[in-house]
């Protein structure tokens, strides 16, 4: 006879593992129709703005204690998650204090970031100098590498779940 005990630890592991949610990102005070291009065509008017942006890592450099990644911005769903699926909406930087690991913040990877724009920094892109808004993060959000549930894989859970 199996001692129920045994049972209960994973049982009640997989129950908080389905409670699992996403961050919650404090929007009260962030214009969500703010793009990054219309930043660029009006940068002084944005300069202090809080921000929810999301997308596409493009690249990731540790720069001494800051950290500085480049990202391909995508409109972000009902959980904050970028679509990118959809067209893009231009190219930002988010600078992060502190360092953080290039093979996980790599190209390809999405993320989600709230922070306040900065400054506007030219990037050298080729031939030329392009123009792109500067966030300092204050909350960062990786995104898995793949979500399995978009993907059709595994899933167990108990209660109600709404995905876009």
Request: hydrophobic share 40%; aromatic share 6%.
């Amino acid at each position: 006879m199996i001692n129920p005990r045994i049972l209960l630890l994973p049982l009640l592991s997989l129950l908080v593992i389905g409670c699992a949610s996403t961050p919650v990102f404090d929007t009260r005070q962030v214009d969500t129709g703010l793009t990054p291009q219309q930043v660029i065509d009006t940068p002084s008017a944005n300069i202090g703005d809080p921000v929810l942006w999301g997308g596409i890592i493009l690249n990731t450099r540790n720069l001494g204690a800051d950290s500085l990644v480049e990202v391909l911005a995508f409109p972000l769903d009902s959980a904050q998650r970028p679509k990118t699926g959809t067209r893009a909406l231009g190219r930002f930087m988010i600078r992060y204090q502190g360092l953080l690991e290039p093979t996980a913040y790599s190209q390809g990877r999405r993320l989600t970031v709230l922070g306040e724009i900065k400054e506007i920094q030219q990037l050298r892109d080729g031939d030329s100098d392009s123009p792109q808004p500067v966030v300092l993060s204050q909350q960062l959000q990786l995104w898995p590498a793949q979500d399995d549930y978009r993907r059709g894989g595994f899933q167990f859970g108990i209660g109600i779940s709404i995905h876009n």
